[in-house]
């Protein structure tokens, strides 16, 4: 069989070769012609799956070593007879050790304020969770699992949830049409409902907050922001970086095991799919809340500062800063 990998999917190669013909290529080099003939192709986030791409080739099977699916047209993939899979939850924990090790740093503390967390999801749930641990009021706000009649959360609405939070962090995908749709969830309206000096964290996708009214609230003093995924990354708006508390380079979830689950699951849904037993040892396995979880456990596992420095540095750097980040381990 024959599968074409994206180059920078770490702890990958050597382990689909025995069963495989394997190409390696970077993310922006998947054309047409070179996956006309793959079975599998094993991508990152910025490879864009559709009719333009897929359109007569063999591929029966895609994998994505990501949590999110924007880069796919699923209803196209679906409709020609290819199988598609994520690896959802894969960074969940080193998302939470971002969020909350720049919110302590930020001054939020767990003893007297409350957290606001939108989107109740795998990554989602954790930051709450680390909140319950650390001895924070949570709020959550996650209308499907509400209508769904989940029981692990009493569920508020967004706007109580704006008014009595001192953070508010965003865990939603990408959704710009359906029921609930998250593009510019966070707009002029919402941060009108904010509390003043309350921090605003975007770790999910770029355009769920508009940058316009997130701006002017920032240059009022309105609110504080920690952003570490943009509305056009890889091109950034400087101005809200360089106002905002902390500014990353899209790596909130960039632990080395985060990266070890993802490609662990994408190896095991390729395998699945074609019945093979793809080598996963020494990847890391599914989530184990830690031990003893404290503020300073957390913010001595990481620190946000020098990342925010790097980019600050060098804006347009973003993809090569992405591309070479020495990934993290997680708070243990």
């Not at 702890?11 to 922006?28: I, M, S």
């Not at 002029?188 to 509390?195: C, D, G, P, Q």
């Not at 993802?262 to 989530?287: C, K, Q, S």
């Amino acid at each position: 069989m024959k599968i074409i990998a994206d180059d920078n999917i770490p702890y990958l190669k050597g382990r689909l070769e025995p069963f495989a013909d394997v190409t390696y290529v970077d993310q922006d080099d998947f054309t047409p012609g070179l996956v006309k003939d793959a079975d599998a192709l094993m991508i990152r986030t910025r490879t864009r799956c559709d009719s333009r791409l897929l359109d007569g080739s063999s591929v029966k099977m895609i994998a994505t070593a990501t949590i999110g699916m924007d880069q796919f047209d699923l209803p196209w993939c679906h409709a020609a007879g290819i199988e598609t899979a994520n690896a959802p939850g894969c960074n969940a924990p080193g998302v939470a050790q971002y969020v909350w090790s720049a919110l302590l740093r930020a001054g939020f503390d767990p003893e007297k304020m409350t957290l606001g967390v939108v989107g109740h999801g795998n990554v989602g749930s954790i930051v709450a969770r680390w909140g319950d641990l650390l001895g924070a009021k949570v709020l959550v706000c996650d209308p499907p699992r509400a209508e769904a009649g989940m029981t692990d959360r009493d569920y508020v609405r967004l706007e109580r949830l704006l008014a009595e939070s001192d953070a508010v962090t965003l865990h939603t995908p990408l959704l710009r049409d359906g029921r609930h749709p998250t593009h510019h969830l966070i707009g002029s309206r919402e941060i009108s409902l904010m509390r003043p000096g309350a921090i605003l964290v975007n770790a999910a996708r770029g355009s769920v907050i508009d940058t316009i009214p997130v701006k002017e609230a920032l240059r009022d003093g309105r609110i504080r922001a920690i952003i570490d995924t943009w509305e056009g990354e890889p091109v950034i708006d400087r101005e809200l970086l360089e106002m905002a508390e902390y500014g990353t380079f899209h790596i909130a979830g960039y632990s080395r095991q985060g990266k070890q689950r993802a490609t662990r699951m994408a190896l095991e849904a390729v395998g699945r799919h074609f019945g093979i037993d793809f080598p996963t040892d020494g990847l890391e396995g599914p989530y184990a809340e830690p031990q003893a979880l404290t503020p300073g456990k957390i913010m001595d596992s990481y620190d946000p500062a020098a990342d925010t420095a790097m980019l600050r540095s060098d804006p347009a750097a973003f993809e090569r800063l992405r591309a070479e980040y020495n990934y993290r381990p997680e708070v243990l």
